[in-house]
């Protein structure tokens, strides 16, 4: 019941106050708006970017209920008065729609169909959308979808006659997330999509549909290949620059103005002293590590490697980031290679 605006919400016994309308009426949502077979939201992995991800779903209006292994960050939501769930299964029970945010295929696998999983009900599903959002490979994205089909719906939703799945990677990293201003890389069924274009939205700014099942995580994963070749080509070159005696900033405002511009020089250039605000400006702390470059590298090789397709400068910058990882760099930034790598100095 509303009371002057503002929502109460009991929890247990304790009960909790809410400024859920103002929050929605200053972001320019309303409840109202939210199908009613979309409201109930699971969200499961609550870690840097899903929990920015599932409090942007609070503030858009959907009921969402949370779970996560990590007792911590659950806390972080029952506080609020979110309802946190034991088990994916449990999120799956009380949901219109589930959202996993995970950070492998392993662990994708499990949520799924381990014990206790997503799909653990025999085959009779409640939620009629499903949406992974963890960065995977493309074959396991395919294969939950077929997992997925082969299930059905305890009860009609909307249109919905089955269940559908969404593979639906993002890029934009944690200030993204935060922000709500996402892109996402879709894969599955155009009017699973097309459903789902509303909860997107509450999580981002940008949608591309990519196509059918899996091609969302394929997308994904060969966009951060070619981030990490520009990253370590942009790098490369600026260190051999500071070896034939140019400044990097010079270098930068060359490439910034000619046909070397990209990414990894406007934007998130790896010379500490040319840009502000970027990790390599902050030594190499925050940012995509490079574990995470690392992991997105094995599986862009290991895909490669399962159509017979080879990646020779994908192979290698997979070594370089491995290489960085072995010599204890694994949570710096991945632009560290510039230091790290290939011996370049900071910007005087």
């Known amino acids: 019941m509303g009371l002057g605006g503002v929502g109460w919400r009991s929890v247990g016994s304790k009960v909790q106050r809410w400024g859920l309308e103002n929050c929605l009426r200053l972001r320019g949502f309303s409840s109202a708006a939210v199908p009613s077979h979309m409201e109930s939201v699971g969200f499961i992995g609550l870690g840097n970017m899903g929990s920015h991800m599932a409090r942007n779903l609070i503030n858009a209006g959907y009921r969402v209920s ?124 155009e009017e699973a999509y097309v459903a789902a274009k509303p909860l997107l939205l509450a999580m981002g700014k940008k949608l591309i549909y990519c196509g059918g099942a899996g091609n969302g995580s394929a997308a994904k994963i060969c966009n951060n290949m070619a981030m990490a070749i520009s990253m370590l080509g942009v790098s490369e070159a600026f260190a051999l620059g500071q070896n034939l005696g140019i400044k990097a900033s010079t270098l930068t405002d060359i490439f910034n103005c000619s046909s070397a511009r990209c990414w990894s020089s406007d934007t998130y250039n790896p010379v500490p002293g040319v840009l502000e605000g970027v990790p390599s400006s902050r030594n190499y702390d925050g940012g995509f590590t490079s574990k995470l470059m690392a992991k997105d590298l094995d599986l862009a090789m290991a895909s490669a490697s399962g159509v017979g397709y080879k990646c020779p400068m994908g192979s290698e910058a997979l070594d370089i980031y491995r290489k960085l990882c072995d010599e204890g760099r694994d949570a710096k930034d991945f632009s560290c290679a510039f230091r790290h790598y290939y011996s370049g100095k900071d910007e005087k």
């Open 66 to 189: 949370v779970h996560d292994v990590n007792e911590n960050a659950m806390k972080k939501f029952s506080d609020d008065g979110i309802p946190t769930k034991g088990s994916p299964l449990e999120v799956s029970e009380s949901s219109d729609v589930v959202i996993t945010m995970l950070p492998s295929s392993a662990h994708v696998l499990d949520v799924y169909s381990g014990g206790n999983g997503l799909l653990g009900n025999g085959g009779r599903l409640g939620p009629w959308l499903y949406i992974d959002s963890s960065t995977v490979d493309p074959q396991t994205s395919r294969k939950i979808s077929m997992d997925i089909s082969r299930c059905l719906l305890k009860e009609k939703k909307g249109y919905a006659e089955n269940p559908m799945m969404l593979d639906a990677p993002v890029s934009g990293g944690v200030p993204a997330a935060e922000a709500g201003t996402l892109t996402f890389m879709v894969g599955g069924l």
